[in-house]
């Protein structure tokens, strides 16, 4: 693996920082007191190619590769990580699904405007009762003629509230367990299709979040999504290129937490210096950099893999696991390193650390990427 960037990486890497810092730096904690993800954002996010990163440019995507994505949802959340999150999730679940495992069909008609960012995409797995529990949904999908009847809800959906497009997924055979789960198409003005309540959450909160309810909502048959039966399956491929999206946000909230770390360091004076100057904010900072470098090469080990057409679900759960809780410490040593000023939303230190908590929750939480990879070594010594 060549670790070197090329000329095109880094010309992504410039470009997608001024827009970081030009258009969403001046509103961060406007959108976070509001909770709400402008969407005159899309146009913008969608003329730089940041809503179809890695989709064909018969599509309207940007035709990049796995490690450009990271690159671009690392330099989002150095600067506000509620909208990368947001991106990501965009790009990683439903749009990733449809172009995944749709029909030539379903991607010139639902991927195609979501790549161009003309709406956002939702993508609705998670139940009340089946979080890490993924297999154990109770939204059914009932055969009928023409298509299907979906009845059941979902909570903690990434663009609910705002979605055009969303892909849902229910169980179709009871009998068949996880085997029973069928992924499905559906848009927004579909009867049936409620939003629900929208969460009011600790961070990431430009970051839409909000329930979904399914009442007799008829979904047309050419609207599945990829075979009957194997929706669960799909969505856990989903799964292992999505976390690497949430491992390069981490990535990049941590660099950001730690530069703003850095900044307040070699500006605040105590005892006559810096603080900056003193041993044990050195040693913080030194620790901070090394950590954040590792799972950085972590994440785009992962990405090139990849790349390469080969199976990540062991990179991609290590790369997720290392990166955000990486991203966890590097943002409450921030705070630490600003002291008081670290509690107070003048600065952002406290933003990093309220965000920075989800991506040990979200697309899998530690204990779950923890699994993967012990289940990966045992099965391969077996």
Known sequence: ????????????????????????????????????????????????????????ERYGGAALEAVDYCICIEELARVDPAIALSVAAHNGLASAHIHLFGTEAQRGRH?????????????????????????????????????????????????????????VMAVSDAARGARGISAFIIERDTPGLVPGRKENKLGMRASDTAGLALDDCFVPADQLLGETGRGFIDAMRVLDAGRIGIAALAVGLAQGACEAARR?????????????????????????????????????????????????????????????????????????????????KDYPAEKFFRDVKLTTIGEGTSEIQRLIIARQYLDADA
């Open 1 to 56: 693996m060549d670790f070197r960037p090329t000329g095109e990486q880094r010309l992504l890497r410039q470009s997608v920082r001024e827009f970081a810092e030009t258009e969403l730096a001046p509103g961060v904690m406007v959108r976070d007191e509001a909770q709400s993800f402008p969407l005159s954002l899309l146009p913008k996010l969608g003329g730089l190619g940041l809503m179809g990163i890695q989709f064909p």
């Open 111 to 167: 991927l195609a405007p979501l790549a161009r960012g003309r709406h956002l995409g939702a993508w609705a797995l998670t139940e009340s009762n089946a979080g890490s529990d993924a297999g154990s949904l109770r939204t059914t999908a009932r055969r009928v003629e023409g298509g299907w009847r979906l009845n059941g809800s979902k909570t903690f959906t990434t663009h609910a509230s705002l979605a055009g497009t969303f892909v």
């Open 264 to 344: 307040h360091a070699t500006q605040r004076e105590q005892f006559g210096h810096p603080i900056a100057s003193f041993q044990a904010i050195q040693f913080k900072l030194a620790d901070m950099a090394t950590r954040i470098e590792a799972a950085r090469w972590l994440t785009y080990r992962a990405a090139w893999l990849k790349d390469r057409g080969r199976v990540t679900t062991r990179e991609s759960a290590m790369a997720k696991l290392f990166a955000s809780e990486t991203a966890v410490r590097v943002a409450e040593e921030g705070v630490q390193i600003h002291g008081g000023y670290g509690f107070v």
